[in-house]
């Protein structure tokens, strides 16, 4: 079983909805993670969290509202879903105590029409 | 600045042949750590190797080694012995010490047969 799952894999949905994406995590880490991929533009930091009651703001959060609901899970909700929100969207988590590497979720491809 | 830049938009190498993926990164903090990912057409993020900013070594994991110049601050990764599975598109990362992560915009390598 995978340790970093993501739900759903896909999803079309129209301008102006509001949606939530999904992350569990099976690693028993405290560190978790949203980013979006576009092309042309790598991954960019949405919010991240260190641990139940601690949320940030990364690079790009406009638009863009977390919760951990958790330690094994962090949603990602856009409250007004726009077509620019179009984009691969990944879960990461990461261990305090080893910070050699983050972990990533399968990914969420949204469609805003 | 560009915390991570990646020169290389697109990279082809003969299968058996060894390649290298230019990284450079921008950091003033003292502890940081370098990494990078593979992302085959399927979609997923795979971690590859890390090297930390006090590592006296070059890391190595099998096939992939992280040719690390401190001084001119770069983090390239050397690939050898190219497979056709190798295809794919490598992200290079940095975590700085407050444990954000920030990405490049990758480059495709296509092993040639």
């Known amino acids: 079983d995978a340790d970093v799952t993501q739900t759903p894999r896909n999803r079309i949905t129209k301008t102006g909805k509001r949606i939530m994406l999904e992350c569990s995590q099976t690693k028993g880490h405290d560190r978790m993670y949203w980013y979006r991929q576009d092309p042309g533009l790598g991954l960019r930091l949405i919010y991240y969290s260190f641990d139940v009651k601690d949320i940030n703001k990364g690079e790009i959060s406009d638009g863009y509202s977390v919760s951990r609901q958790a330690q094994a899970k962090f949603s990602l909700s856009l409250e007004s879903a726009i077509p620019n929100q179009t984009a691969l969207y990944f879960c990461?988590?990461?261990?305090?105590?080893?910070?050699?590497?983050?972990?990533f979720g399968p990914g969420t491809r949204l469609l805003v029409l | 600045a560009q915390k991570i830049t990646q020169t290389q938009p697109g990279m082809f190498v003969q299968e058996k042949e060894a390649v290298t993926l230019d990284c450079t990164y921008d950091t003033s903090d003292p502890s940081y750590g370098l990494f990078w990912y593979k992302q085959p057409s399927s979609g997923e993020m795979i971690f590859l190797i890390y090297q930390g900013s006090y590592d006296q070594q070059n890391a190595t994991e099998g096939r992939y080694s992280l040719n690390f110049q401190k001084a001119r601050k770069s983090a390239n990764l050397v690939i050898s012995a190219s497979q056709l599975g190798d295809s794919a598109m490598y992200f290079c990362a940095m975590r700085e010490d407050i444990n954000q992560f920030y990405f490049g915009t990758g480059t495709s390598l296509t092993v040639i047969p």
């Open positions: 990461a988590t990461s261990d305090t105590n080893n910070q050699e590497t983050q972990y």
